[in-house]
């Protein structure tokens, strides 16, 4: 049986939990939706299942279809990200929150310097396992 992962998060610390889940998980622009009337920011990628050790059956490692949703966004700042390249894919590499006194910053941060800075008042985000794991093409790998 394929274990599916669903976790929420409600605090900076359990965002930081679920951002260890998501490091390295390839997402296209075009997968990326901002709904300023519903407050919700949310992507759809391939996400790098860190947790899943497999490493006789599947020496690569593995990948799973993952969906991250974020509710409560008052504003949302791209650095770095064209949005007319919906074919680009963005390598995730970490997510923050931070508290600004009056609310909450999650940032969002990819390889090569791109980042979304999504406003709040405080944390609420879902992330969602999607499909059945596949094997991954190589395992990520990263430079000090």
């Known amino acids: 049986m394929?274990?599916?992962?669903?976790?929420?998060a409600?605090?900076?610390?359990d965002l930081t939990v679920m951002s260890t889940l998501m490091q390295d998980a390839t997402v296209k622009v075009g997968d990326m939706a901002w709904q300023p009337d519903e407050?919700?920011?949310?992507f759809v990628g391939n996400r790098y299942?860190?947790?899943?050790?497999?490493?006789?059956r599947r020496p690569k490692g593995e990948r799973v279809r993952a969906g991250l949703h974020f509710v409560g966004i008052s504003s949302v700042q791209l650095n770095?990200?064209?949005?007319?390249?919906?074919?680009?894919?963005?390598?995730?590499?970490?997510?923050?929150?931070?508290?600004?006194g009056v609310g909450t910053t999650i940032l969002l941060n990819f390889a090569g310097g791109g980042s979304i800075r999504?406003?709040?008042?405080?944390?609420d985000a879902?992330?969602?396992?999607?499909?059945?794991?596949?094997?991954?093409?190589?395992?990520?790998?990263?430079?000090d």
């Open 2 to 8: 394929i274990e599916s992962l669903k976790l929420i």
């Open 49 to 56: 299942r860190w947790e899943k050790k497999s490493w006789f």
């Open 118 to 123: 999504l406003s709040c008042e405080v944390v």
């Open 10 to 13: 409600q605090s900076p610390e």
């Open 80 to 100: 770095g990200i064209d949005l007319n390249a919906s074919d680009t894919v963005l390598e995730l590499l970490d997510m923050e929150a931070h508290d600004t």
């Open 39 to 42: 407050k919700l920011f949310a």
């Open 126 to 143: 879902t992330l969602t396992d999607l499909t059945t794991p596949w094997e991954a093409k190589a395992r990520p790998s990263h430079k």
